[in-house]
């Protein structure tokens, strides 16, 4: 499909994300004496499609040295791959449905290695595929997840994975009442899978966690994001009430076990929601995290350091405004040799950035090219 030019890109139809989406935060005007924040112009920004309702990325790349990008579609219930280097619409997988294959409220998207894991909000279950055939291999989860959105995992051992999935379950008539501050336990729910000699899933229930304190309990979630080698989940919690009535939103840091460990980023650093959260992991430990604003008319990328998550500088796009899901594809491709971070646009496209451009114009570290 032809690439549609940047200043032709169309804002889209908005959707729900639960029951109907909150208005869109605008960026809030900058006083004289705040830093300027760099822009870092897209690569590509792909044709849109209002109807799909795009909200979380996952990157692939075939022995082939193919890279694809592939976004969940939560209005039309399915997925739709990109070539990852261009930004072209290669095929669309799945369809409205509760059987094998189908699909109802598709969210969060994770590759580990040549399988593809699907959370469905509206199955209660996460599905896997094999790749690059999409071949349904199973599902779990649907006895106990209520609303699962994002998802994270981890290789533990050859073989054996350990998979973190959010579950917002909400209450009311239009489901967008917090549960009580007891049941917030239940905010992240952790399984163990392996698969067997047939090539199929098999998976273990390993408990629930997330705080129940009134000022840092987990209220809204749906990102997920872990650094193994720090022992460090962030979680996106998108709606904290603050005196004024108004809600606040940041990342909250939890241990692989579930322990919260009393740290967030600043919550003053997100104006909107804090939706998409990804890794840009340069070396053994270090490089950044790079966490979505969700802003309109344009989105803000803000960067933490791995370590510390110290702020590191914040960028926004041309165009890219209003974004859900992020994924960060650190391997070189054809297009991007450097690697590139790709970004849902106003939940009808999806970005590219290149992490050369970005490493470039905020001066980051020499390990992550700048």
Known sequence: MTLRPLYMALPALLLAACATRPPRAEAP???????????????YVSATDPADELDSLAS?????????????AKSTDQLVVFDADTGERLRTVGGPGDAVGRFDRPNGVAVHGDHLFVVERDN????????PG???????????????????????EPGELEIYVTDSFMYGERF?????????????????????????????????FGDTGAENA???????????????LLIADERIPREDGRNASTLREYSFKGRYTGRSLPQDAFAA??????????????????????LAPLTMFHLFERDTLAPAGSFKGAVTAFTDGVTLHAASTRAFPRGALFAVHDDAAVAAFDLADIAHRLGLSAECGG
């Open 29 to 43: 005007a900058t006083p004289p004496d705040a830093p300027v924040f760099d822009t870092v112009p897209e690569r």
């Open 60 to 72: 692939w790349t075939s022995p082939t040295g193919d890279t694809w990008l592939i976004a969940s």
């Open 124 to 131: 209660h279950r996460v599905q896997v595929f094999a790749l």
């Open 134 to 156: 999409f071949e349904p291999l199973g599902s779990f989860g649907q006895d106990r997840l209520r609303a699962p959105y994002g998802l994270w995992i981890n290789e533990t």
């Open 176 to 208: 967008d009442v917090v549960p009580p501050l007891a049941e917030l336990d239940q905010r992240v729910r952790r399984y163990r899978l392996v698969f067997d000699q047939q090539g199929r899933p098999r998976s273990h229930y390993a408990g629930s």
């Open 218 to 232: 987990l209220r809204v979630v749906e990102s997920i994001a872990g650094d193994p080698g720090a022992d460090r």
């Open 273 to 294: 929601e804090a939706e998409g959260v990804a890794l840009w992991s340069c070396s053994a430990t270090g490089g950044y995290w790079i966490a979505v604003d969700q």
